[in-house]
């Protein structure tokens, strides 16, 4: 298959990421792969973190995962708030107000978010706040696996390399420590589904992350005059 690179001709000279989490944990569960290798590969990144719903000792977590995977890029802005867990649809107005002073402050050229069809209803909401607001960004929705099995198929894929999945998975095994007694939070899991999603995206080092893309413009003839060049094409194929 082709592959699709996000070089200097696709994002200027210090581009921002927008990751967007409901709760503490699920930007790292999501993509923290993603964020570990673009840090690593750009670290004149600029990134804004945000985690919507967390207090007390889940907050702190918030803002240690953070650190955990963009606290090497040249800037980091972690925005932790105290939205009622469960019932962010209910808060709307407020949630609303947040997103535009969000919009106000950064122009993303990669905005991070949860899945439309999470079964979640705080995870969906995130996302169709972000679709709302942000109408001229590219959007990566991530997936967090979860009891009520709603996977669905992914039509993009980030190949990382075995050692970027193991610091993803020992990050957030001892970044969230208050919800290690949860089933399903476990090491096995979590390498599964990059182990998965890398076999799916025939990625050559066996593991990856997956995200839906609802809307990309592929620029053929990029030029210096194109005002946000979502993705460049890159001339190579996949083995």
């Given at each position: ?10 994002l ?18 999501g993509?923290g ?31 240690a ?22 019932y962010?649809?209910h ?20 905005i ?28 990566l ?32 095994m ?27 995206a ?26 946000r060049?979502?993705m460049?094409?890159v ?5």
């Open positions: 298959m082709l592959s699709l690179r996000f070089d200097t001709t696709a200027p000279e210090r581009p921002t990421v927008l990751a967007l989490g409901a709760h503490s944990d699920d930007i790292e569960i993509c792969a993603t964020m570990l290798r673009l840090a690593e590969l750009r670290p004149e990144l600029q990134v804004t973190w945000a985690v919507l719903s967390a207090t007390g000792e889940r907050a702190k977590e918030a803002r995962g953070a650190e955990a995977f963009a606290g090497s890029v040249a800037s980091l802005n972690v925005i932790v708030e105290d939205f009622r867990d469960k962010l649809a808060e709307g107005e407020e949630l609303r107000d947040f997103f535009e002073q969000l919009r106000c402050e950064v122009n993303p050229d990669i991070l978010t949860h899945r439309r069809g999470d079964s979640h209803q705080d995870h969906r909401f995130v996302c169709e706040l972000t679709w709302n607001t942000f109408r001229n960004n590219l959007i929705e991530y997936e967090i696996p979860k009891y009520d099995g709603d996977l669905l198929s992914p039509n993009l894929f980030v190949p990382i390399t075995e050692e970027e999945a193991q610091r993803k998975v020992d990050a957030i001892s970044t969230f420590v208050t919800q290690r007694t949860r089933h399903w939070f476990t090491e096995d899991l979590f390498m599964a589904m990059m182990r998965l999603r890398g076999m799916e025939n990625s050559p080092t066996r593991f990856a992350e997956a995200f839906t893309c609802r809307k990309a413009v592929l620029d053929l003839a990029p030029s210096e005059t194109t005002a060049p979502s460049a094409l001339s190579e194929r996949v083995a």
